[in-house]
C-alpha cells in the first residue's frame, strides 16, 4: 500500500482521483504519508509538485504576517500603554465607546479569546499531547526582543467576568461528549514555562487568527475539536521539516475545511438548504430508505435527529471515536469526492449496526446509546458506509 502511494505522489502531478481512491480505505502513517495526502486532499497542496516549495514559503510567511498583525502588533500597543502616551489620542483610548476604536475592538476580541481558551484547554483531556510542549514554539512570538502581551497574558489578565460567548447551539445535547471529563479550573493545568509553548497554545493561536480573519462567523464552541486532529496529525509528521510548519499548515488546512463546512456552525443558516438541519433530516431520509422499520422505530419514540446527529455531523464525529479513530474516519471524509455525502453513510451505518438495540431500547435507553456510541471499531463502520454507499 505504501508502495502504491508513493507512486501517486511521485508523479510530476499527482492524479487526484487515484489519490482520492488511495486514501479512501485509510493512509499509512509511515513517512508523513497522511500529512501530505490530507493537505492535498483539503486543496491546500497544488497538484503540480514543482510549485510545492515555492507554495509554502509563501503561506507560511503570509501566516507570520498574521501573527505579527493580529496578536503581535496589538500586544505591543497594550504593553507600550503606560509607557508611550502618543498612540493614547482623544480619538482612540480604552474607554473610547465608538465601535471603530482599536481598544473596542481589544476588548471584544478578548471575549472571542476566553471562550477559545476555555475550549482548547480540555482539548482530548485523555492524551497528554495537547498539554505537552511543542518542539518548535513560535519564535516570533516567544522572541525576547518582542516587549508585548501574549495571548497567554491576555487571558490571564481578562479577568473571567467578561461574559464568555455563549455560543453552544446544539440546544438538547451537550457539544462534548459524556466519556470526556475534563478539569474544573484552568489551575488544574501548569503553565510552562517562558520559552515554552504548549500545543493547546498553538490551537489557539490558530483558532485566534481564524476568528480575527473571519468576523461573520468569529469562533464557535466545536471549531476546537475540528482543528484539533488536524493539527495532531501535522505535528507528529515524522518528516520533521514540515513538522516545523504545522502551526501554519493546520491553519489553511482548517481555514479549507471550514470553508466547506461552516454553514454547519452558522445559527442563521441552520433551516437553509445548505445548514445543519437540512443535513440532519437528511441521515433520516437516508436511514428510511436503507432500513424502514430502524427509522419509523426512532420516529415512533420521537427521537429526533437534532438529539445526536447535530453534534456527529457538525464535529465529523470527532467527539464519537478516540483520536486515532477520528483520523482513519477522515481519510475517507477527506477523500470522499462528493465532499461529506460519505458521512451522512457513516452516521446511518452507525444506526444500523446497534439497531437490534435500538429495536428494543425505550426512548432514554436509546438516547444514552445514541449520544455515547457503544461500537469503538470503525473499521466495522466504515465497512457498512462503504456497503451502503455501493447498495444505492
Known sequence: RIADFQEVLGEPTVALAKLRDLCFSGIPFDGGLRCL??????????LEKALWSSFLKKQRDLYSQFLKEMIIQPGIAK????VSREDVTLEDHPLNPNPDSRWNTYFKDNEVLLQIDKDVRRLYPDMAFFQRPTDYPCLLILDPQNEFETLRRRVEQTTLKSQTVARNRSGVTNVSSPLKTTPNSLSEYEVLPNGCEAHWEVVERILFIYAKLNPGIAYVQGMNEIVGPLYYTFAT???????EHAEADTFFCFTNLMAEIRD????????SQCGITYKMEKVYSTLKEKDVELYLKLQEQNIKPQFFAFRWLTLLLSQEFLLPDVIRIWDSLFADDKRFDFLLLVCCAMLTLIRDQLLEGDFTLNMRLLQDYPISDVHLILKKAKELQDSK
Open 79 to 82: 504593553a507600550n500603554l503606560g
Open 37 to 46: 495526502c490530507w493537505k492535498i486532499l483539503l486543496n491546500y497542496l497544488p
Open 237 to 243: 509528521d515524522p518528516n520533521s521539516e514540515w513538522k
Open 264 to 271: 454547519n456552525f452558522i445559527k442563521s443558516l441552520d433551516d
